[in-house]
């Protein structure tokens, strides 16, 4: 199967009203209907979606009882007056992604994407020294080359140069070099690159004055350095140093929260639990906006006694909607109910080894649960935009994943069956031997 994208769909004469998310090119598809884990453009060419979307259709484009729930919350509240009252539905889904979260976990607070998410755990982070006497602790440390969303807040924290086009960030946001760069940049090993990488944290906080620093904030994954693995060693480092100068540690797991790495959130797959704990995307199966900043005891103690009922503004008008509140507490209960971490860690320890002998030495592989990045190797294509041209061939032949630069990125729905599993890998097979030259 290959076929040219763009000149498969049916696009209207004039697209200049509508702003694209991403620049329009050949490759650009309209999306028509979708079944399962397969994408139908308007000329009913067919995709097999190997990134769940981009991280977020855990359970495909047709699950019932997220569908189900939505329909039923639709016919008896669609929405409620956010000033004077909530609604059923959200009141689940936090204690269900409590029960969900590591046992430090006490309280979520519901938005509707990552990067609310994380500009809400800034604002917490600040709140929380405030209160306890220290307002001067505002900075926020976070990786260089790590991605935390697009609102200026959460934008200033991602440390990419071509977020400088739109001008100098939100004051007090520090960034440092994480243990994958590290690696690449200046020939570190491995083990030793993560123990440096935690003193520069250290270092840094002691540089900027801890009286000063409110936060770091990682990603145990980052998924813009082509899925760079942290350790245990890494994360519990951050976590006694964090402790030590009285900073509070921040995960973004809004890319690997939600059964990705094997387990519900990466901070129990790593065993070190974070106090804020920035989750989205999978949460709802792709069926609403939604998202939610998880929130340790001592964290949430400042938004009110224990026991209590919390608060924190200002907030979001559809923060906490009964819509997006009823799929995500659906898809909570089918993820709990449906034994899906067992159907994850099946399916990774299937597709893993197979990938591997389909990257043939092309690339190294990191891969963890169902998060897949594979870092391309330099021989037989540009090294720095092979990702792309991977990601293109295996898109002309029907497969949706993710490349950039010099790396790929997968992330296979829970619901792929292995037959499904291997035509996605017999066509990254392909698009690799296009690319690279043949198998080596």
Not at 44 to 69: H, N
Request: one cysteine or more.
């Amino acid at each position: 199967m290959s076929y040219d994208t763009a000149a498969s769909a049916t696009w209207p004469a004039d697209l200049s009203a509508y702003c694209f998310e991403v620049p329009y090119s050949s490759d650009t598809v309209l999306f028509d209907s979708a079944k399962g884990i397969r994408l139908f453009d308007t000329a009913g060419r067919e995709y097999l979606d190997g990134l769940s979307g981009v991280f977020v259709t855990c359970f495909g484009y047709d699950c019932q009882p997220i569908i189900d729930a939505i329909r039923d919350q639709l016919r008896v509240l669609p929405f409620n007056p956010p000033l004077h009252g909530v609604n059923r539905p959200a009141l689940e889904l936090a204690r269900s992604l409590v029960a969900l979260a590591p046992a430090s976990i006490t309280a979520a607070k519901l938005v509707n994407g990552g990067s609310e998410c994380v500009e809400a755990a800034m604002r917490l982070a600040r709140l929380y020294h405030r209160t306890h006497g220290n307002p001067g602790k505002i900075k926020v440390l976070s990786h260089y080359h790590g991605y935390h969303g697009s609102t200026f807040g959460s934008l200033s924290l991602t440390g990419r140069p071509d977020v400088a086009r739109f001008g100098p960030g939100v004051p007090g946001m520090v960034h440092v070099w994480p243990p994958d760069c590290l690696e690449e940049f200046w020939g570190v090993d491995a083990e030793v690159a993560q123990h440096l990488a935690a003193s520069m944290i250290e270092r840094t906080i002691q540089a900027e004055g801890p009286d000063s620093v409110a936060a770091v904030i990682v990603e145990p994954v980052i998924h813009l350095r082509g899925m760079a693995i942290s350790t245990t060693a890494y994360l519990s480092r951050l976590r006694e140093i964090c402790d030590r100068y009285g900073v509070l540690l921040v995960f973004d797991e809004i890319v690997t929260g939600f059964g990705r790495t094997g387990q519900p959130f990466a901070a129990q797959t790593f065993g070190v639990s974070p106090d804020l704990l920035c989750v989205g995307k999978g949460i709802s199966g792709g069926y609403s906006p939604l998202a939610a900043v998880l929130m340790s005891q001592r964290v949430a103690e400042i938004l009110g006694e224990p026991g209590r009922p919390r608060s924190f503004a200002p907030s979001h008008t559809y923060a906490a909607n009964p819509i997006g509140s009823a799929a995500g507490a659906a898809a909570v209960r089918l993820f709990q109910e449906g034994s899906f971490l067992t159907r994850i860690r099946s399916l990774s320890h299937y597709i893993e080894p197979r990938l591997r002998a389909t990257i043939a030495g092309r690339g190294a592989l990191r891969a963890i649960g169902l998060l897949y990045g594979v870092k391309l190797a330099a021989d037989g294509a540009d090294r720095s935009s092979s990702g792309a041209k991977v990601a293109r061939a295996c898109l002309k032949r029907g497969l949706v994943i993710r490349g950039q630069d010099d790396w790929l990125a997968m992330a296979p729905a829970f619901v792929t069956s292995e037959a499904d599993a291997d035509a996605m890998l017999d066509i990254l097979g392909d698009a690799l031997d296009e690319v690279f030259g043949g198998r080596p």
